[in-house]
């Protein structure tokens, strides 16, 4: 789960961070009255959006002259017109896509005098089970192209999690930034203070760029990124209250509501498979024959009628979708409940596309022979291949 960068800072504010004030709005009024409220007499106006490269994004329907989605405001009159020209509007940038996404609030902070930016981001790295440091000298919005064409400037730093954030972490992160003085014992706290928020509310990716030295001599996180593992966000219900459904697509949200794993693709062969392996070999099949698939969705292990059903109505909610391949191997839930499941849920949804099966596991007989008897045109398959094969056999007939 993502959310926007005022909710990020105000997270990270209670770990001690230090960050510009600011104020989150949801309309032109409110951005022109949180500018009023902050000291001035420079302050940015930040579209907020679950996506990045906003100070490079541009605005559909502003055509040619459209400027970035982060402003810098020299008078609250500015403030005002570019909170107009932003709310409402769709901001395209390198991470949303050519579709955008559009902006419904805004963040007004204080401008800052900025000396230096630097880079400091958390990650989980799966290689290694531990928590990974990146830090670099240059910040800023071409982090991507350092990483691309000068790794040399980037530090990873490993934290193993049994032992903690130990003193020499901070030093090597002082240190790779190439700080001295106050700077470099600000930075081993920050990155303390960064390390514990990780940690402590389960993040999957923590993201400062900039970290700014400003020319008064302090370090301020200018701007945050912040994901968390939705596995536990039971833990966390002050960070689940934060989430904002409309930056995310409607289909996928649905699913999250039936505890169904589903990610929308470009393709149209629908997937309904049970496994997230599984999903990703049916996906490749799928790609080995000559098409592409819609989307992944995993349905679980305890799969049942009401899960299923939900499953083809998100897999149909995608106009894109000329065929569904149902691909579910019965272990803890056996093919027979599995085959009753796909019966009512084609009768309840008027299923109108091409449907291939491939059941195997428990009780596989009797649910191919309830698919078998069922009266629906749905089209068997013996494994994965045939499965694949077929389904895209049909779908290329439908076309």
Known sequence: MNVHEYQAKELLAQFGVQVPKGIAALTVEEA?????????????????????GRGKGK????????????RLAKTIDEVEAFAREMLGNTL????????GKQVNRLYVTDGVDIAAEYYLSMV?????????????????????????????????????????????HGRAVAFALKLSGSLNKQAQVVSKQ??????????????????????????????????????????HPDVMALRDETEEDPAEVEASKHDLAYIKLDGDIGCMVNGAG??????????????????????????????????????????AVKG??????????????????????????????????RLEGTNVEQGKAILANSGLPIVPANDLGDAARKIVAEVKLVA
Not at 92 to 99: D, E, K, R
Not at 136 to 142: H, I, L, Q, R, Y
Not at 146 to 165: L, M, R, Y
Not at 343 to 351: G, T
Request: glycine fraction near 8%; charge should be negative; include cysteine.
């Open 278 to 319: 599984l999903a990703m070999a049916t996906m490749d099949i799928i790609k080995l024959n000559g098409a592409f698939p819609a989307n992944f969705l995993d349905v679980g292990g305890g799969a049942n009628k009401e899960k299923v059903t939900a499953a083809f109505k998100i897999i149909l909610s995608d106009p």
């Open 324 to 357: 569904i391949l149902v691909n579910i191997f019965g272990g803890i839930m056996k093919c027979d409940i599995i085959a009753d499941g796909i019966v009512a849920a084609a009768k309840e949804v008027n299923l109108s596309v091409p449907l291939v099966v």
């Open 92 to 99: 395209v940038t390198v991470q949303t896509g050519a579709a």
């Open 124 to 168: 989980v790295d799966r290689a290694t089970g531990r928590i990974a440091l990146i830090v670099s000298t240059e910040g800023g919005m071409d982090i991507e192209t350092v990483a691309h064409d000068t790794p040399e400037k980037i530090t990873s730093i490993i934290v193993d999690p049994a032992q903690g954030f130990m003193p020499h």
């Open 194 to 235: 960064l390390y514990d928020a990780f940690v402590a509310l389960d993040c999957e990716m923590l993201e400062i760029n900039p970290l700014v030295e400003t020319k008064t001599g302090e370090l301020l996180v200018l701007d945050t990124k912040m994901s968390f593992d939705s596995n536990a966000l039971y833990r």
């Open 59 to 70: 605005f559909k329907e502003l055509g040619a002259d459209a400027k970035g989605g982060v």
């Open 32 to 52: 022109v009255a949180a500018a009023k409220s902050l000291p001035g007499p420079l302050w940015v106006v930040k579209a907020q959006i679950h996506a990045g």
